[in-house]
């Protein structure tokens, strides 16, 4: 029977299954916010790197440890290289011409399973089982582009950390670009872990409960918990000062910034901060069209943490501008008048003020559809995104903190 062979083969490739906007692995927030926040973060830099690689006539060689997955793939070729409405083609920083090869690893036998059979047929594509840590960067060609998203070093210890950059550092192109991620120390998720204390808390005991719904389920006694290595800012900076104590100033730090502020999943679980409201559940729903979303719920309550002056400094400001954008989104939608203004309206705020303003001025004039839900909503949901970047100071104050280096040689 060829045509339930052929279906089973494209059920699991994982093709067939349907995008689940309000939950799992690949919701609205990770697709619409998080990616598209490293892509933009790690846009300029790559867009450098592209343009160099034109002149020289080759493509871009990825590695992406810690590869699950393989979601560095479709990360590093849905990269947008503009936001003009006009452009249909070659709207990729990384169009299918470019990337020479994509190697992932990973120490995960099922991830890589699932990798294989969803892009394992793909040109160029390979995955290998193996410890990143183990792994001898110097047996192969030199890569672009190297990857380690969403919280993947902080499997690992500094020391561990330090080594592995050190390497790549070594063994990398001038002009290769490192990108990688650990989980913040300062996430609002886990209020009650903070400290000051660099040298004796430096993990978190992590536990995947958002698998269930409600995160609350008993099922998650059941789940195993793991060592996560939390990172701040400082502590980042000392990594990335012992690697150039290795290697000389081959390695250059370009950015340090935080992603997924006040949406990370924990939020939603409230397992290590009671404050927590369920934001991450919320801005999905503002992202998912044709479904309304209670902008009260949306609206962030922060209860800062004793002695965190400049952390608590960030929320608050942050806090503030949301709150103010959402308050007057809901006054738009009302025709009422605007919330009075705050002592402080930075720039990033006016402009999503100006943003929503005109999208739902537009929106009203629309007869056919939903325009709220279609619209609005998801409209909403992309400024409070773009105050995220704009008011972040790198501090480890998001879910995972970002760090994109460059190796000049
Ligand atoms: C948080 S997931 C990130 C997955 C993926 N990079 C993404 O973008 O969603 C971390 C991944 O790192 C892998 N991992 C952890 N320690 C590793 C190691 N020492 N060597 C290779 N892979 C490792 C895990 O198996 C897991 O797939």
């Known amino acids: 029977m060829t ?12 093709q067939y299954q349907k995008p689940e906007g309000l939950l799992g692995k690949y919701d609205n927030v990770r697709r619409f ?15 450098h790197l592209v343009a ?24 590093i070729t849905s990269i947008s290289d503009s936001s003009s409405l006009l452009s249909e083609h070659n709207t990729k920083v990384i ?44 047996n192969e060609e030199p890569c672009e582009l190297y990857l380690a998203n969403y919280g993947t070093l902080s499997h690992n210890t500094d020391q561990q950390t330090v080594g592995l950059l050190s390497n790549i550092a070594r063994h990398g192109k001038d002009g290769a670009i490192i990108m990688l991620d650990w989980l913040g120390r300062f996430s609002y998720e886990w209020q009650t872990l903070w400290t000051m204390d ?20 008993e099922k998650h006694q059941e789940l ?32 340090l910034a935080d992603r997924s502020s006040l949406v990370g999943r924990h939020m939603d679980t409230a397992q290590y901060n009671v404050h927590c409201q369920p934001l991450r559940r919320l801005v999905n729903s503002l992202f998912e069209p044709n479904q309304c979303t209670n902008l009260d719920a949306v609206l962030v309550n922060y209860v800062p943490g004793d002695g965190f002056a400049e952390v608590n400094a960030y929320y608050h400001r942050l806090a503030g501008c949301w709150n103010y954008l959402v308050t007057y989104t809901r006054a738009l939608f009302e025709e009422s008048k605007p919330p009075e203004a705050m002592p402080e309206m930075p720039l990033p ?13 537009t929106a009203s004039g629309m007869k056919t559809g939903a325009p709220r839900t279609s619209l609005v909503e998801p409209q909403l949901a992309y400024c409070l995104r773009e105050l995220e970047m704009a008011l972040q100071k790198g501090l480890g104050c998001g879910h995972g903190l970002v760090a994109i280096f460059e190796i000049v040689k």
Request: charged letters at 25%; one cysteine or more.
């Open 198 to 217: 660099f040298e004796h808390n430096q993990w978190m005991d992590y536990v995947i409960s958002y698998i269930y719904s409600d995160g609350k389920d």
């Open 95 to 138: 169009g299918p011409d470019m990337l020479g090869a994509y190697k992932g690893i990973d120490i995960n036998a099922a991830m890589l399973e699932q990798a294989q059979s969803m892009y394992g047929s793909r040109p160029n594509v390979t995955f290998v089982q193996s410890s990143f840590n183990d792994y001898d960067v110097f």
């Open 52 to 75: 160099r690689r034109k002149e020289s006539g080759g493509g871009i060689r990825v590695l992406d440890l810690g590869c699950g997955s393989g979601d560095g793939l479709e990360f």
């Open 349 to 361: 705020l006016r402009k999503s003020l100006g943003a929503m303003k005109r999208v739902v001025r």
């Open 33 to 47: 916010w998080e990616d598209e926040v490293l892509g933009l973060y790690l846009r300029p830099y790559l867009k």
């Open 224 to 255: 195993a918990h793991f060592p996560l290595r939390i990172m701040g800012r400082k502590e980042a900076l000392q990594i990335y000062r012992q690697v150039r104590r290795n290697v000389g100033d081959v390695i250059t730090l370009r950015k």
């Open 3 to 14: 045509e339930i062979a052929a279906y089973n083969e494209a059920f699991k490739s994982g």
